[in-house]
């Protein structure tokens, strides 16, 4: 799972002080489950499989690559019968939510979705997954890390975001009366208050709610009703405002957010990590997603700094993370409209297909490449026969086809 995620995710199934540190700070421990063939990253998946192979595919289609067939079955091997997904399923033969069954989640779930249904061929899988989201939805018209759980912004944006790719309308999804977006709004912070324009992670269930930025940036793109996936666009002639008014509508609760995000990255140009065991140091992905964010707002502007800060500083953060790193740099060059191939000098297309199985069209060409080498090869022998043939007068003119450029 993507640094971003880790926090709540991992919180809400109690291991969050015990991992924490070795997220924060280097490599992950050699993995304790052995590494399925198909997957993405060599860490443990038990926590984050299937976001982080739904990331990487995701981030391979925007880029208009063609995933290995080896890693999408994978994925989709991990539905449960019941329509959601878990963090990862160990044994997919072994039905789900039994004893010792793996767990499906709302995370997994809702990016699994926007992974699927972006491939295209999955209408079943993915009419199934977004049954069981809306099976799950609480009675303030969010959802939590799985269900039962508290409403927070970040699983309720994702689920948002899953919902319209699947072509479902988010603000009609009513059971109780509220919809996801009454529920963002219940934690889009007013103006007048601290923090004002954020979005809190959670009901505060004393006292007012804290500002989150990590919450803020998902709150974003769920308000908008966008997935992980943002095209860049038109930049707006100013700067994103927080205004003051009553219930703001679902724009106002982007662009109030945006503002706030735009502000706490204008000084160093990067947010602070929030996690246990991780003081004073820069979070990488949250900030990666704050770019995503403002750019969905337009504020390319304000974007630009961190984006710079990112090429120049998270490229070795993505090394020793997961897959799911280097897919989230991939989204923020997409939504800046910058080149994934030169970040910072660095190849993030290349750095995220080393992780797993090459995607189809990269084996098409590195078959390509190795047919014309040996056809060039061979030419240039017969070349050299053909002149050591004396008394023959006629000349030959072969060209090769020049190699495709290695992805």
């Known amino acids: ?136 939805q609480n009675k303030d018209g969010g959802w939590g890390y799985a269900p039962g759980q508290p409403t927070d912004a970040n699983h309720t944006a994702d689920v948002i975001g899953a919902l319209t790719a699947a072509g479902e309308n988010a603000d009609g999804l009513r059971p109780e009366g509220k919809s996801p977006l009454d529920a963002l709004a219940t934690l889009s912070i007013p103006c007048s208050a601290d923090g004002g324009g954020a979005f809190a992670y959670q009901a505060a269930k004393k006292g007012k709610p804290a500002a989150n930025a990590d919450a803020s940036a998902a709150g974003v793109l769920g308000a908008l009703g966008k997935g992980f996936v943002v095209e860049p666009g038109k930049t707006r002639d100013k700067a994103p405002a927080c205004a003051a008014s009553g219930k703001p509508t679902p724009a106002q609760m982007a662009d109030n957010a945006a503002a706030y995000l735009a502000g706490a990255v204008a000084g160093t140009g990067h947010l602070m990590s929030s996690l246990a065991g991780a003081k004073d140091q820069p979070d990488y992905g949250n900030t990666a997603d704050a770019v995503v964010a403002l750019a969905a707002t337009g504020s390319t502007q304000q974007a630009k700094k961190p984006y710079a800060w990112l090429e120049k500083n998270a490229v070795k953060w993505a090394q020793q993370t997961s897959p799911a790193a280097y897919a989230e740099l991939i989204f923020a060059a997409h939504a800046m409209g910058e080149n994934p191939r030169d970040f910072g000098g660095t190849d993030l297309v290349r750095a995220l297909d080393a992780t797993g199985p090459a995607p189809q069209a990269a084996k098409a060409g590195h078959t390509e490449a190795k047919q014309s080498k040996h056809e060039t090869g061979t030419k240039v022998w017969w070349i050299v026969g053909v002149g050591l043939v004396a008394g023959i007068g006629i000349g030959f003119l072969l060209s090769g086809r020049r190699k495709r450029q290695q992805p």
């Open 1 to 136: 799972m993507n640094v971003r995620r880790s926090a709540a995710a991992l919180a809400a199934i109690g291991v969050l002080a015990a991992a924490a540190p070795a997220m924060a700070a280097g490599p992950s421990p050699s993995p304790k489950t052995p590494i399925p063939s198909g997957l993405f990253g060599k860490t443990d998946p038990t926590y984050d499989g299937v976001w982080r192979q739904s990331f990487a595919l995701l981030a391979q289609h925007t880029l208009g690559q063609r995933p290995a067939s080896s890693a999408v079955d994978w994925l989709v091997g991990q539905q449960c019968d019941e329509g959601g997904f878990p963090a990862f399923r160990a044994d997919p033969a072994k039905p789900c939510l039994g004893k010792g069954g793996a767990q499906p989640d709302i995370d997994s779930t809702a990016v699994a979705v926007q992974a699927l249904h972006a491939l295209g061929g999955h209408d079943s899988e993915v009419h199934k997954a977004v049954t069981w989201l809306k099976r799950t």
